[in-house]
């Protein structure tokens, strides 16, 4: 079987420059070696946080969401659902679930919880850790196989969401030839045992106005996801009724161009640590970009969506917070659910990047 290395070594041979976006796909997808099928933990143990690793808080707050959001739906004949995408090892499906089973036991009884995934390896341990849920929880590769390949018509009645999943689709790199005044694609060459840069002409794109590109330095650089975007549409067809919802960390078209960001956002992580050589040990570490969430919000508003909201992580968690104080689970908060929140919310930790889009149908 072929290493990740002589996969892509093998794909730049053939095409002499390849596609960033390509090298990310395969570094973090390729079966049995990308970084995601090969890399199980996270949290302490592994290269960086998510609001899951933080504690059980998270998806209580999200299940106390999904509870208020699924009321209206319940009459609905064909049933009702919660579907997750990007569940990874199934630690938040686990604990929405166990909050649902412990605080709505009669919706828990109604509703199904689906979990879109591609990945066999994923779904296994997904699986082991939800097994106390078996008959609860469904697995599905893609949208259409969870509405029926043949369905011209939406059919799901629910929530779908996702948690930090859009930030991790492969992304296309853009640089800017301030002499020339046009836009480049970054792709990866070979030099010797390395993986290098190199740049791809492509055809004039507006990233951004004349104005702008006017006083950019030469080779500032923007990342774009076509991959996430027609995931987001994929996800808004099969809506019929119910709420899309994606938590990620990013920004708004306009934010997307900084003076202090003329490399763009996509990063590389290895033990809680940030790098810029994103082409070093593919397969090693984590490659992620900023969600450009105006482009996410333009396609589901164009299948038909309407964007309910658009806010960051701390604003979305302290309503759910403040809408349940009656709720036990919540109404006084323990020390250890107070320094969750804290950390879920604060501005020096998950609170400052993160933002909460949702659009319903």
Known sequence: MSTLLEIIRHEIHISGV?????????????PDSGYYETKKDIGRRGDFYTSVSVGELFGQLLACQFAEWLKPLRSAKCGVRIVEAGAHDGKLAADILNWLQLKRPKLFGQIGYGIVEPSARRQEWQRETLKDFAPRVRWFSDFQAMVGRDS???????????????????????GWDAKNKNWFEWGVAIAGDKFIWAKIPTPHSAFCTPQLEAVLPDGYTIETSPAAE??????????????????DYGFTADEMFSPARTRGTLRAYFRHHATDDLLANPGDHDLTA???F????????????????FCTQPQFLTRILQKTVTEKSFA?????????????THPEHL???FRVLVQSR
């Not at 011209?152 to 853009?174: M, T």
């Not at 027609?230 to 809506?239: D, I, K, P, S, T």
């Not at 105006?294 to 909201?309: C, N, W």
């Open 18 to 30: 390849l596609p960033f976006a390509r090298f990310m796909e395969l570094a973090l997808y390729c």
């Open 351 to 353: 609170g400052r990047a």
């Open 152 to 174: 011209v018509e939406p059919k799901f009645h629910g929530v779908i969401f996702s948690n930090e999943l859009l930030d991790a689709f492969p992304v296309r790199r853009f």
């Open 230 to 247: 027609n995931w987001w549409r994929e996800a808004a067809g099969v809506l019929a009724r119910g709420k899309l919802l994606a938590i």
């Open 332 to 344: 006084n908060l323990d020390a250890k659910q107070v320094r969750q929140f804290q950390t879920l």
């Open 290 to 292: 900023h969600v450009n």
């Open 294 to 309: 105006s482009a996410i919000q333009k396609a589901g508003e164009k299948a038909g969506l309407k964007t309910e909201d």
